[in-house]
């Protein structure tokens, strides 16, 4: 069960230059906004993990044991510490590091799924693989508008840029998820590493809110 | 030797340990042991309990290893006693977030040992906080309501404060005694009020709290709260009951007064006004011959299609009354040229149209009228003064006249007629005048009170601008009578047939207003234009009317009884308020034209002419009831 804290979402559009007929957004807003798109990202593939798991009955899951998250080779911090230890710059870096890292392979996924892959699949599952496809664009968009909007009130240095993970990631990542002497991918660990890598995202997202803007939701 | 001995010692030893004695006793190897839960209080450490299995009567020891994701050491834990027995506590060092631990437990004794089902946890999602500490309970005096304010803190241990943990609440209340609590979720606020409290109670409140993927920690210790006593609140439940019992003090008093007048039931129940129809008569209806009694009912040519009904379509108003004077009416055409309604400005107010929407008379405005009466005023006879101001009094009785086609004919020769077709006749100091269209209907709007249907926008008589007329060739004396139909059920403006009056030379005509259709309403009906002449008037200041062939030959089905009758006299007024004309001359009785208030029903005829009105002026009314045809 998805809990979600709702928050008001403004329907102005965002804009960071102040063009004429929208609001510029003030960090603050920006923060809520990001935040809540990835609660929400982080939500929908819980859900369409635990689906997974109920329909599919999977076999031993290979994660942990003898497969890796395709973007196992982004280094992550591990705990509070080192969370805190690495500063904004990096933490943002990683940020955008992971979401570059899964918009292509979750594409594909919506793909093989709504191409009736699986046939016994869930239409709402589908949709939700959509969802989070979509999401994950939008909130890198989102993550880099915050980065940029960072610079400009000068709490965020300029060393951070846009990484392209393709050094760290495997060039076909969707494909990295095959097992099996079918060469079917298997979108149960796929789904696995997402909600995880989801969960960091969101982590590593309200670290930055609440110690560049510590206020009363921290 | 040694060694016979030595084998024999173990052989008795197995044979001890081995043999089943008396009592039952088997040693094995211990029972399977069973992770049971691993929970996390901040994110940061975790401890994973286990239950053991058989101990096989042997002293079993357990143990538990772990190995991480993607790595092959296996560790073991470190920290046994920390969470008490059967358990593992992890540190801060040992533990990582977004690890998989893959974790065994091991009991074994002296004859072996056994493997527990391992089990894959990753931190994250097994973290279950701390209940909220430090919560406080306190009433709040909200404007004499009293309210209770819940606050608390999350657990120590969890860092929400550097945006690790983030924590959502939910507490709970109940009164002392009752069995079930009522829940609220505070979503990540650490400050909730409750309302609506029961004055004298006690209150229990808890809290609990969750991070978004987790699990609910435990309820907090209850707080207890006990709500005082507020004196206000019963005393406003006697205020209640006082002015209650007021109510029905007041409600009996004027009951027991009522009851004393005969009225009472008058005063409840108003009598309902019944139908008038046209040719309706009672004793046909009580001798039981129906045929009769509808054949008279029945108007023929339904709906009216041609203007052979002409008579019962169109319904005339006038009133006339006779002024001093005569007065020129081109004069006043030019006079009513600046059209305006004054309602207020007309100081001397001879007009006495006093019309209201419910009586579907509808009066013209008149403004040149004002500055003509004005003029006449000091002119004026007594009769006609005392007419208007009588008129003027009572403003809010209906002067309704219905013309049909039968139509006085005006026959004092110092009289000014005056006439206005049916207008919606709110205001009683309305001047006869040349209002603009749009400007009398507005103010027939505003003013139209009733919930007749005849008020604007729902029937059918609108001013026009007399000067925009082409029909100006009116001759000196000569006016327009308009007569509206009166369609009470239709809901389509009709046009108004205007008739012209002419007037002699002797008679003074004040106003004329001339409706036409209102602009851009359809005209569903088409109405010939009669024309009425004004004959004379006779010395009872009687009008007389005639129709006259007019000029757009739409005299095709005008009555003839026009110029052979005159219903020019008042008999009276009945109880119903209707007027009832005769046609002999006969000096209107003033105490007949009681004033009346105008009913509602469209066919109710009142008039109000109060006796000062008089002979002068011959409120026509077709008190012979017609229907109208209905769609």
């Known amino acids: ?218 | 030797m040694k060694e016979v001995m030595e084998e024999a010692v173990l052989l008795f030893l197995l044979l001890v340990i081995y043999t089943p004695d008396a009592q039952g006793t088997r040693y094995s190897p211990p029972g399977k042991p069973e992770l049971t839960r691993c929970r996390s209080p901040e994110k940061e450490t975790f401890t994973c309990w286990w239950k053991p299995g058989s101990d096989g009567g042997l002293p079993t020891t357990h143990a538990l290893y772990y190995r991480k994701e993607n790595s092959d050491t296996i560790y073991e834990c470190s920290d046994y006693h920390t969470a008490g027995e059967n358990s593992c506590f992890f540190n801060k060092n040992d533990t990582s977030i977004w690890v998989n631990y893959n974790i065994t437990v091991v009991a074994s004794n002296a004859l072996g040992s056994t493997f527990s089902d391992p089990v894959d946890i990753d931190v994250v999602y097994i973290v279950k906080p701390n209940p909220p500490e430090k919560v406080t309970v306190t009433v709040m005096e909200l404007k004499e309501w009293p309210f209770l304010r819940v606050s608390w803190e999350p657990p120590h241990k969890a860092d929400t404060r550097s945006g690790w943990i983030t924590l959502i609440y939910e507490l709970r209340v109940k009164l002392e005694g009752d069995d079930e609590w009522e829940m609220h979720l505070a979503g990540q606020q650490k400050l909730f009020n409750i309302f609506s409290l029961r004055s004298g109670g006690t209150y229990h409140v808890q809290v609990r709290c969750k991070p978004d993927h987790g699990f609910w920690s435990e309820w907090s210790s209850t707080s207890h709260i006990e709500i005082p006593d507020y004196l206000h609140r019963e005393k406003s439940m006697w205020i209640l009951i006082a002015v209650f019992s007021a109510f029905i003090f007041l409600i009996l008093t004027w009951s027991l007064h009522m009851s004393s007048h005969r009225s009472l039931k008058h005063c409840i129940l108003p009598p309902v006004p019944g139908p008038k129809i046209k040719g309706f008569d009672k004793q046909l209806l009580k001798n039981g011959k129906s045929e009769d009694l509808l054949r008279v009912l029945v108007v023929s040519d339904f709906p009216p299609t041609t203007p052979s009904n002409y008579e019962d379509m169109l319904v005339e108003y006038l009133e006339v009354y006779v002024p001093q004077e005569q007065e020129v009416l081109l004069e006043e055409s030019k006079d009513l040229h600046d059209s305006c309604l004054k309602f207020e400005g007309s100081t001397s107010d001879n007009d006495s149209g006093r019309v209201s929407c419910d009586s579907h008379t509808l009066l013209m405005d008149k403004c040149g009228e004002a500055k003509e009466e004005g003029r006449q005023t000091d002119q004026e006879d007594s009769t006609t003064e005392a007419e208007a101001q009588g008129q003027q009094k009572d403003w809010d009785q209906d002067t309704l006249m219905y013309a049909n086609g039968d139509i006085l004919s005006p026959e004092k020769s110092s009289g000014r007629v005056k006439t206005w077709p049916s207008v919606f006749s709110p205001l009683p100091q309305y001047t006869l005048s040349l209002p603009d269209q749009t400007s009398s209907l507005e103010m027939a709007k505003q003013h139209c009170y009733s919930d007749s249907l005849f008020c604007p926008g729902s029937t059918s008589s609108y001013l026009t601008h007399l000067g925009n007329n082409d029909n100006e060739t009116l001759g000196p004396g000569s006016w327009e009578i308009c007569l509206s139909n009166r369609q009470p059920y239709s809901h389509i403006p009709q046009m108004q047939t205007c008739q012209q009056v002419r007037s002699h030379s002797d008679v003074n005509i004040s106003t004329i207003a001339r409706k036409q259709e209102p602009a851009g309403l359809p005209l569903p009906f088409f109405r010939p234009t009669a024309y009425v002449e004004v004959q004379r008037f006779d010395e009872e200041d009687m009008v007389v009317l005639q129709s006259i062939v007019s000029d757009h030959g739409f005299h095709e089905g005008f009555p003839q009884m026009l110029q052979q009758e005159d219903y020019s006299k008042v008999k009276g007024v009945d109880s119903n308020n209707m007027l009832l004309l005769q046609t002999e001359a006969m000096k209107e009785d003033g105490d007949g034209t009681t004033p009346h208030k105008p009913t509602a029903h469209i066919h109710t005829v009142v008039s109000t002419q109060d006796e000062m009105a008089q002979p002068a002026s011959g409120y026509v009314d077709t008190a012979t009831i017609f229907t109208l045809p209905t769609y």
């Open chain 1, 1 to 218: 069960m998805r809990k979600m804290v709702s928050m008001r979402v403004g329907a102005a559009p965002l804009c960071a230059y102040g063009q004429a007929g929208c609001q510029v957004p003030t960090l603050a807003e920006i923060f809520d906004r990001v935040i809540q798109q990835s609660s929400r990202m982080h939500g929908i593939s819980s859900d369409l993990h635990s689906e997974f798991e109920q329909y599919f009955f999977p076999s031993k899951n290979l994660i942990g044991t003898e497969r890796k998250c395709h973007t196992y080779a982004i280094l992550t911090p591990g705990d509070k510490e080192n969370a805190q230890r690495v500063g904004r710059e990096q933490l943002t870096g990683v940020i955008l590091k992971l979401l570059e890292a899964w918009g292509d392979p979750l594409s594909q996924f919506y793909q093989s799924m709504s191409q009736g892959q699986n046939q016994d699949f869930n239409y709402y599952s589908s949709e939700k693989a959509l969802e989070i496809s979509d999401m994950v664009h939008e909130l890198r968009d989102g993550v880099e508008k915050m980065a940029d909007k960072m610079k400009l009130l000068g709490v965020l240095g300029n060393t951070v840029g846009y990484i392209s993970p393709e050094t760290l990631v495997p060039s076909s990542a969707f494909s990295y998820y095959k097992r099996g002497y079918l060469n079917s991918v298997d979108h149960h660990d796929l789904l696995y590493c997402f909600r995880r890598d989801s969960n960091k995202v969101r982590n590593y997202l309200r670290i930055l809110k609440c110690t560049t803007l510590p206020g009363l939701d921290c």
